[in-house]
């Protein structure tokens, strides 16, 4: 019963026997590398490099894609750890060699993943290889056995990757963005034929907004894992990441037509149309996701847009009628939601790899994919290279901690030396908080893997029932110990190293506690480490960062609404400034997902804090399309409502700011209310103007009103 009981709670928490078979792979070909290193061809060097190999690359490293994929990155990775374990074995001749290798080669390794985060699943597995080589004895001689024993467990492992119970293909980033533009489009469809038809099918039309909001939902990179996120810098994955926030605008601006549909039929509505060309453009965007999948074309999206404009300012009757309020809310809110459509377009065109023309990038927020990759990453790496870059801050402390641990391992001439450095890389996290809490099942993990380890080698003191049972250590650690738990997983660890090294150089019970000095050694050094440098992690620089992203957008909007009304000049600056923070933003929260973090939840909506750069960039610009700087000009009572909206606008980006820099309580963020709410603000101005102003009144406060939406979706919460 039991038993029984512990394989249905290790399946409920492995529904897909992924980890099982991962661990699974990793003990045949560890097992197979050891035994024949050891035994069959009687060398502890291949047998020790062989196993730590396999067990760096198989477990210590978290590669993403499929499993060609991650065979692919493990054989192109050799030279890289051939050069490490060559480093190691050289330097190993002095304590302060070593420990200067390890802080250069420490810190190279962990700053290397600025440019792409996914490369950081590679970090600790080349920390290993340099590790393991730098400890005495100093024999160069050994290097070729050494890189022996690596090359073949790493190309074995490789081969089990492709050979042995393969992982199903996970649902990709791409596919979960294809997905979410087929929800979109359908929801699309669906307020179309509201707006034309009020009183058809409400029922299917709750249905798929329930769909798109939880396909959409699935896209935001915190739900998705790092290894398959676009973090990365390249054009691709920045195009990605555009597309993502793109798309939630589009269901945000279709959320608010589908909430103002007329009460009597329309058959030819602008809106209408709109939304159907931005519907087939979304669903078109979708499919050229799909490998081999058909360019996005955007003729079809620009002629409904362009109709809608020429008829937007000029009205559809003579203009001499009184101008129909909610429907020019409908029109203007359709015209921001095909603006957005038209971004997630060309993003999908980008990230496609296809080229793009004048007419594909109008705004400036693809400018970055006429660059070259080694150019964006050049761009990335300067950037983090920086005071109160969080991720040069986590490189140095990382680096820091490993050499102050291998400097004490060699000033107090441990035999296993290499357990400390271990430890330290296993409990050292990105910020204090999380430092301690890795420390509790580290600690508790290795007191109790060294008592029942060290109780095993007083009862047993045979080298060959450690090898019979070596295949059973393997799968119970990276097995079961990976789904029992942190602490079981360090406990069964220490089992299974000890187990190992009682076969390549038995030293009894002393081994077990060699083991628990060791670890407790690195722990100290790592929780010393993580407390004293930079203890609050990345999530400094990313608060920092929207912070001053939030403020620049504030900025952004007063000087448009200034220009509309006359008396700004040209806004290029202040879109430029909002455009940069945007990359830096983007930047501080791709390396704040790549990194690991504690138990407890988020705080902020940080992809709508994304998002809101789409509400402003893009929308500023499309609104200066059609309502031209100084249209306004001349209508006081219009100039009043706008600034009133703006300076409400404002005290809520800065209010909101605060919360997220410094977490104290905020004033309440303006909420969005429907084109009939804004009825009320309109009318008593409608005598005023003419209806062509009239329109661009509507306009103007309509992108205020999705702002002020924008900002209740980034609330901390």
Same mark, same amino acid.
Do not use: K
């Given at each position: 019963m039991l038993g029984t009981s512990l394989l249905g709670?290790?399946?409920?928490?492995?529904?897909?026997?992924?980890?099982?078979?991962?661990?699974?792979?990793?003990?045949?070909?560890a097992s197979v590398v050891f035994y024949g290193c050891r035994y069959g061809a009687g060398s502890s060097v291949l047998a020790t490099y062989?196993?730590?190999?396999?067990?760096?690359?198989?477990?210590?490293?978290?590669?993403?894609?499929?499993a060609p994929q991650r065979a692919r990155i493990l054989v192109t990775s050799l030279p890289a750890v051939w050069a490490l374990i060559a480093a190691g074995a050289l330097l190993a001749w002095s304590t302060w060699a070593a420990a200067g290798g390890m802080l250069v080669i420490g810190?190279?390794?962990?700053?290397?993943?600025?440019?792409?985060?996914?490369?950081?699943?590679?970090?600790?597995?080349?920390?290993?290889?340099?590790?393991?080589a730098s400890f005495p004895p100093y024999q160069p001689g050994t290097v070729p056995e050494r890189l022996g024993g690596v090359t073949l467990g790493i190309v074995l492992l490789a081969a089990a990757e492709m050979l042995l119970w393969p992982d199903p293909v996970p649902v990709s980033y791409r596919q979960r963005l294809a997905e979410a533009a087929d929800g979109v489009a359908a929801f699309l469809d669906a307020a179309a034929d509201g707006l034309t038809d009020p009183h058809t099918g409400p029922g299917d039309r709750d249905a798929r907004r329930t769909r798109a909001h939880d396909v959409v939902a699935a896209?935001?990179?915190?739900?998705?894992?790092?290894? %398959?996120?676009? =973090?990365?810098?390249?054009?691709?994955?920045?195009?990605?990441?555009?597309?993502?926030?793109?798309?939630?605008? +589009?269901? +945000?601006?279709?959320?608010?037509?589908?909430?103002?549909t007329p009460s009597a039929p329309i058959p030819d509505l602008t809106a209408a149309r709109l939304l159907r060309a931005s519907a087939d453009t979304t669903r078109a965007a979708g499919r050229a996701l799909s490998p081999g999948g058909p360019t996005v074309e955007l003729g079809d999206l620009d002629a409904a847009i362009g109709r809608a404009e020429a008829a937007y300012p000029e009205g559809e009757g003579d203009g001499h009628d009184a101008p129909d309020v909610p429907r020019l809310c409908r029109d203007a809110t359709a015209l921001a939601l095909a603006d957005q459509t038209r971004i997630f377009a060309v993003g999908v065109r980008v990230a496609t790899g296809s080229r793009l023309d004048g007419v594909d990038t109008p705004s400036g927020l693809f400018a970055y994919a006429r660059h070259s990759p080694w150019t964006l990453y050049w761009w990335q790496f300067r950037a983090h290279l920086a005071p109160r870059s969080a991720h040069l801050h986590s490189s140095v402390r990382l680096a820091v901690a490993l050499a102050i641990a291998r400097v004490?391992?060699? +000033?107090?001439?441990?035999?296993?030396?290499? %357990?400390?450095?271990l430890a330290t890389l296993t409990v050292l996290r990105t910020s204090a908080a999380d430092?301690?809490?890795?420390?509790?099942?580290?600690?508790?993990?290795?007191?109790?893997?060294?008592?029942?380890?060290?109780?095993?080698?007083?009862?047993?003191?045979?080298?060959?029932? @450690?090898?019979?049972?070596?295949?059973?250590?393997?799968?119970?650690?990276?097995?079961?110990?990976r789904l029992l738990g942190p602490v079981w997983q360090q406990a069964l660890f220490t089992l299974l190293l000890t187990g190992v090294f009682a076969q390549l150089n038995p030293e009894g019970w002393r081994l077990a506690e060699a083991r628990l000095v060791d670890v407790l050694l690195g722990v100290v050094?790592?929780?010393?480490?993580?407390?004293?440098?930079?203890?609050?992690?990345?999530?400094?620089?990313?608060?920092?960062?929207?912070?001053?992203?939030?403020?620049?957008?504030?900025?952004?909007?007063?000087?448009?609404?200034?220009?509309?009304?006359?008396?700004?000049?040209?806004?290029?600056?202040?879109?430029?400034?909002v455009?940069?923070?945007?990359?830096?933003?983007?930047? =501080?929260?791709?390396? @704040?997902?790549?990194?690991?973090?504690?138990?407890?939840?988020r705080q902020v909506n940080w992809d709508a804090v994304l998002s809101a750069g789409h509400h402003v960039v893009p929308g500023a610009e499309s609104l200066l399309r059609r309502n031209p700087p100084g249209c306004l000009a001349g209508w006081p009572a219009a100039a009043a409502l706008l600034r009133d909206s703006a300076g409400q606008l404002r005290s809520a980006y800065d209010d909101l700011a605060g919360e997220v820099a410094h977490g104290h309580a905020s004033a309440p963020v303006p909420v969005r209310t429907g084109c009939a709410g804004e009825l009320d603000r309109v009318r008593p101005l409608l005598s005023e103007g003419d209806p062509r102003s009239v329109r661009h009144l509507v306009e103007v406060d309509q992108w205020l009103a999705g702002l002020a939406d924008s900002l209740s979706r980034i609330h901390p919460r």
């Open positions: 709670r290790l399946r409920r928490r492995d529904p897909g026997d992924a980890i099982l078979r991962r661990a699974a792979r990793l003990t045949l070909v062989g196993l730590f190999g396999t067990i760096a690359a198989g477990s210590f490293a978290q590669l993403p894609g499929p810190f190279v390794v962990a700053f290397a993943g600025v440019g792409n985060p996914r490369l950081v699943g590679l970090a600790s597995a080349f920390q290993l290889f340099y590790i393991l896209i935001e990179l915190g739900r998705n894992p790092p290894e %398959w996120a676009p =973090s990365a810098a390249g054009a691709q994955d920045r195009a990605l990441r555009i597309c993502a926030a793109a798309l939630r605008e +589009v269901l +945000v601006e279709a959320d608010r037509l589908a909430a103002d004490a391992a060699g +000033v107090l001439q441990l035999t296993h030396g290499f %357990w400390v450095l430092t301690r809490t890795a420390l509790r099942p580290a600690v508790l993990g290795t007191i109790a893997g060294a008592v029942v380890s060290g109780g095993l080698m007083l009862v047993v003191d045979q080298p060959i029932i @450690y090898a019979v049972v070596l295949p059973i250590t393997l799968m119970l650690a990276f097995g079961v110990g050094i790592g929780v010393l480490a993580g407390v004293a440098m930079w203890p609050r992690g990345a999530s400094h620089d990313l608060r920092l960062n929207a912070t001053r992203y939030l403020a620049a957008s504030a900025d952004a909007v007063e000087q448009t609404i200034q220009a509309v009304l006359g008396g700004a000049p040209p806004l290029e600056r202040d879109l430029n400034r455009r940069q923070r945007m990359i830096l933003v983007d930047a =501080s929260y791709c390396q @704040y997902h790549s990194e690991r973090h504690g138990p407890h939840p």
